[in-house]
């Protein structure tokens, strides 16, 4: 009799040809994409050519996405871009993706169609997580696993534990995928999940948009876990129609799958969230709040920067301005996204209320540029980390919030939930 086994733990069996695979077991299992970008892929080409290694494994199975620094901001970070830009184009790397056809590459990857349900995937950053919202294996690891990846087409991993969230219900209004996450993390904790796969199933799942899902599975790292992933349903194979012509795999866990816990969640119990300073797990309910005076709002990221997220913002914005002495910043995921949000007015709708609207980068999230938080200032976010020091001088301080309360924030120059502003 098969031995049962949890979402994960089936997808990650059968890249590593075995019919079973129990939690803490090592395994090497085979990659369907190899994910790199503008700060940690001059660290993987660097071990790549030690190998003395001339291919990689598959062209057509590796992605580099500069977005962290780009457009370059200054000498070393332009630097970085021409070492990977010439790597990509001696290894005849199809997947290269930069200034013109560039977007935030967790936005910009799942667009493209190069995450497929089924799919074990690694990416030298943390969020590489996000693709689990389409029933994908993904994580993030070291440039050097990265550089092994590129060169072989596999990777180790320990297979991990999971836990299970169940969910039922359905949102109520302006709450989102963000509110639920940050509810989660402020629940179990920043290492709540250390190791684990984070897997959500209930019929609640079929409530969240693929959106939603991906702000969710993003942020599953920041409770310690090794990947999120969400069961492939008619919302999934919608959202893949017209993006790949590869087959959709679709893994499900066994009913009596072992996990180490399992959380139930009604998401109509679910209000709006924040994160205060200077973790995830800060939370509290935007009535919770009090009186949070703040200088700047980022409405974007691998987060939050997709079309929803930039809808919902724009219809709290619309016919209002940004509070006097607060500025905004608006970063569409992609491309893609930039030029919808442009045909249906949404760019026009920030700039008329007084925000400013870039260029697809990972810019202010990681304090990289344009949006850097001076001493003593305060930013909302819609970003992923709140760490000291995240977006700027170490003695500012980042609040993390969905696009719906970033948006209403911003009109309001403190902390608020869309309906004191509406």
């Known amino acids: 009799m098969k031995k049962p086994m949890t979402m994960t733990q089936k997808i990650l069996a059968a890249h590593a040809g075995l019919d079973y695979v129990e939690a803490g077991q090592l395994i ?28 990689v494994f598959d062209k057509n199975k590796i992605a580099i996405v500069p977005d962290h620094f780009t457009p370059n901001k200054d000498i070393k970070s332009a630097e970085h871009c021409k070492m990977i830009r010439e790597f990509a184009r001696s290894k005849e790397i199809k997947n290269y993706f930069e200034i013109g056809e560039m977007g935030i590459e967790h936005a910009l990857i799942p667009e493209k169609g190069l995450a497929v349900p089924g799919d074990v995937i690694i990416g030298a950053d943390s969020h590489t997580c996000t693709y689990g919202a389409l029933g994908v294996f993904s994580t993030g690891v070291g440039s050097t696993d ?10 180790w991993f320990k297979v991990p534990e999971a836990i299970k969230f169940v969910l039922k219900g359905k949102f109520n209004k302006w709450v989102s995928g963000k ?3 940050l509810h989660i993390i402020g629940m179990i904790g920043v ?21 939603d899902r991906f702000t969710v599975a993003n942020m599953a790292i920041e409770a310690g876990a090794k990947n999120g992933i969400f069961p492939v349903d008619e919302k999934t194979v919608e959202y893949m129609k017209g993006r790949t012509d590869r087959e959709l795999k679709k893994f499900e866990a ?22 205060f300073p200077h973790l995830p797990e800060n939370t509290k309910t935007v009535d919770e709040a009090g009186e949070v005076e703040i200088d700047q709002v980022v409405i974007g990221s691998c987060t939050n920067g997709r079309m929803s997220d930039l809808r919902v913002a724009a219809s709290i914005l619309k016919g209002k301005k940004v509070k006097k002495g607060i500025r905004l910043i608006v970063f569409p995921g992609t491309q893609n996204i930039y030029l919808e949000a442009m045909e249906e007015g ?54 993390l919030a969905s696009p719906a309360v970033a948006a209403a924030s911003a009109i309001a120059g403190k902390i608020v939930s869309p309906e004191e502003v509406l």
């Open 28 to 55: 090497t299992a085979k990659l369907d994409l190899v994910l790199g970008n503008d700060v940690t892929t001059p660290v993987a080409v660097k071990a790549f050519k030690t190998m003395d290694i001339k291919k």
């Open 146 to 155: 990265m550089a092994v990846g590129m060169a072989t087409g596999k990777a």
């Open 179 to 181: 509110d639920l996450i």
């Open 191 to 211: 290492d709540g999940a250390l190791y684990k796969s984070m897997e959500f199933t209930g019929e609640g799942v079929a409530n969240l948009s693929i959106d």
């Open 254 to 275: 066994d009913e009596d799958a072992e996990y180490s816990k399992v959380i139930e969640i009604d998401l109509s119990t679910i209000k709006p969230t924040v994160a």
């Open 346 to 399: 949404l760019v026009r709708t920030f700039i008329e209320a007084g925000g400013v609207v870039s260029t697809p980068t990972c810019g202010p999230c990681l304090g990289g540029h344009m949006g850097i938080l001076a001493e003593g200032e305060r930013a909302v976010s819609t970003t992923n980390r709140n760490f000291v020091g995240r977006m700027g001088h170490p003695k500012s301080e980042v609040y």
